[in-house]
């Protein structure tokens, strides 16, 4: 029973610091803070993950999110110096229509998880016994078996957005 | 114990949260990403889903780590060239405010 609520208390504080670090990307007015509020608010989710017994994706999470994603983001800001944008003339109601819609989205996210998806109940911590070798072996079999063609279009994706990325980074050369 | 009803709940306001950057922010390394921010909470959700599932039938199931673990590698791939082209964007405006993007060329 202790150990239940512990698993709660530890769930609701780290909900906050989520929901806070994605508040404080959303509002502050310097992008690098916006990155830094974002690599808080990735780091907490992988917390999550591991407390969902998932630590293999918990751990690419803080590698590819937390590390190469946001390096990537915070290197293009600062080589953009494009830290903050001058004020400019804005549409006056489109805050408060923003705000109206997104509070209807999150009504209507929430009814329509607890209402349709009828979800079969608690979740309890991961077991004491969890065995992390096991089952990153097992979830590295699936991956080659079961959804290998996937996983091979993957790094197919992933070459043709690295071309890709080089093609429109690239230096046009003058034809003329 | 955790009710799953509670990580839905949090996906959810994760999400919205990340729909308000997309829609009230002009900034477009802020709006990318709070579409980050939106793969994150689908993410969760999925992961959610699926240690309920393993809680509900007492076996391991890896389906849902593995649709998130190819989640993750698409938002790589996606920041890679949406970066590139933000930089683009950049080089020619001089900005990256979304609101002077309004013409196809140049």
Redesign the interface.
Known sequence: MVI?TL??IF?LVL?LI??AT??G??LSRN?IY??LF?VL??VT?AV??L????P??AM??IT??AG??MV??LF??M??G?E??PK?Q?LPW??PL??F???A??IE??FL??TR?R???????PAETVNMVD?LR??GM??FNQ?LL?FEV?SI??L???V??IV??RREKRVH | MVPINYYIILSAILFTIGALGVLIRRNALIIFMSVELMLNAANLAFVAFARAREVATGQAFFDGQIFVFFVIAVAAAEVAVGLALIVEIFKSKRSIDVDQMSSLKG
């Open positions: 239940m698993d709660l769930f909900s989520a929901i994605a508040l990307m959303l992008a916006s990155a974002l608010n990735f989710v999550f993950y407390l969902l017994g998932a293999f994706i690419s999470q590819v999110y190469a994603i990537l983001f293009v800001i080589l953009l494009a903050s944008l400019a804005v489109q805050k923003a705000g819609l997104a509070v989205l999150a996210a929430t998880f607890i998806a979800p079969p109940g608690d979740i309890a911590a089952s097992e979830m699936m991956l959804y996937p993957t994706l992933l043709v957005a690295m890709g990325a429109l980074i």
